[in-house]
T-cell receptor
Framework: KAGVTQTPRYLIKTRGQQVTLSCSPISGHRSVSWYQQTPGQGLQFLFEYFSETQRNKGNFPGRFSGRQFSNSRSEMNVSTLELGDSALYLC?????????FGPGTRLTVT | AQKVTQAQTEISVVEKEDVTLDCVYETRDTTYYLFWYKQPPSGELVFLIRRNSFDEQNEISGRYSWNFQKSTSSFNFTITASQVVDSAVYFCALSEPNRDDKIIFGKGTRLHILP
């Protein structure tokens, strides 16, 4: 099976812009989670989607949103970007409790 | 509240030495899962192991072994005869399936294996 894929891999945006990141889970996996990784805060959970419904949400402001499509692909959107949003955004799909991560999207906000 | 603490921020050892990465967790539930992940320089997290709270048996997989002790709320990871390819950031994580089922990660331990 193909692994979790994320696009784009690298992104540079300007403060105030918005961005959409995409994640394709492993075939057959219905759960997709998103994480933000920064040097200071480590890996922080953003949200999880299961069968197109948000199942869990972390402690992030409303500027961070996501959705999942019927084919389990997921997108996350960050509006009104801030410098502090610069991070590696990781997506993971899971079957049971084994979570498989994608390579991440490195977002730089200038 | 659930919490995972990896007190060792960074460790350096010489190749072929054994090294243990510590993980201490906090949870109010009796049912929970513990994980270890490896993040090499490429950035992708690699799943290493999952343990449920009812199984305290230690596990060995090649040069890797895990020691789960509920009495001390610890789930430590040992690499025997370390190799340069083991250099990475290692994360311990916890989930509570009967609560919100989120997987919460520790801050990670950066391991340097020196040739």
């Amino acid at each position: 099976k193909a692994g979790v894929t994320q696009t784009p891999r690298y992104l540079i945006k300007t403060r105030g812009q918005q961005v959409t990141l995409s994640c394709s889970p492993i075939s057959g996996h219905r759960s997709v989670s998103w994480y933000q990784q920064t040097p200071g805060q480590g890996l922080q959970f953003l949200f999880e989607y299961f069968s197109e419904t948000q199942r869990n949400k972390g402690n992030f402001p409303g500027r961070f949103s996501g959705r999942q499509f019927s084919n389990s692909r997921s997108e996350m959107n960050v509006s009104t970007l801030e410098l502090g949003d610069s991070a590696l955004y990781l997506c993971a799909s899971r079957e049971d409790y084994e979570q498989y991560f994608g390579p991440g999207t490195r977002l730089t906000v200038t | 509240a659930q919490k995972v603490t990896q007190a060792q921020t960074e460790i350096s050892v010489v190749e072929k030495e054994d090294v243990t990465l510590d993980c201490v967790y906090e949870t109010r539930d009796t049912t929970y899962y513990l994980f270890w992940y490896k993040q090499p320089p490429s950035g992708e997290l690699v799943f290493l192991i999952r343990r449920n709270s009812f199984d305290e048996q230690n596990e060995i997989s090649g040069r890797y072994s895990w020691n789960f002790q509920k009495s001390t709320s610890s789930f430590n990871f040992t690499i025997t005869a370390s190799q340069v390819v083991d250099s990475a950031v290692y994360f311990c994580a916890l989930s509570e399936p009967n609560r919100d089922d989120k997987i919460i990660f520790g801050k990670g331990t950066r391991l340097h294996i020196l040739p």
